[in-house]
Nanobody, 127 residues
């Protein structure tokens, strides 16, 4: 069982930056693939970014086209934490951002491939 707790959300102006953090419980964090998803009001939860389990493939990453070049996902296995650095934020990035964990390797982009979820953190970008 893995518990995930997100933090770092808030209100920011367009063009600004935020860094989200997701702290995970457990002793096998490095063997989990980690992902970030987001859900805007009235919309489906959508993929944002994922980072592979270090244990297998050295932490390869994948991003949604809408955030590529602006967002960066990273992980610190010593701290059991995954980060999402968000730069050049746009109003359309406004959503609740969720951290997710998947047992084993891969860079899956669908929510159904993940086994554990955090409670979410709100990100609001004003124009």
């Amino acid at each position: 069982q893995v518990q995930l707790v997100e933090s770092g959300g808030g209100l920011v102006q367009a063009g600004g930056s935020l860094r989200l953090s997701c702290a995970a419980s457990g002793r096998t964090f490095s063997s989990y693939t980690m992902g970030w998803f987001r859900q805007a009001p009235g919309k489906e939860r959508e993929f944002v970014a994922t980072i592979n389990a270090i244990r297998w493939v050295g932490g390869s990453t994948s991003y949604a086209d809408s955030v590529k070049g602006r967002f960066t996902i990273s992980r610190d296995n010593a701290k059991n934490t995954v980060y999402l650095q968000m730069n050049s934020l746009k109003p359309e990035d406004t959503a609740v951002y969720y951290c997710a964990a998947r047992r084993g390797p891969g860079t899956p982009r669908t929510r159904y491939d993940y086994d554990y979820w955090g409670q979410g953190t709100q990100v609001t970008v004003s124009s």
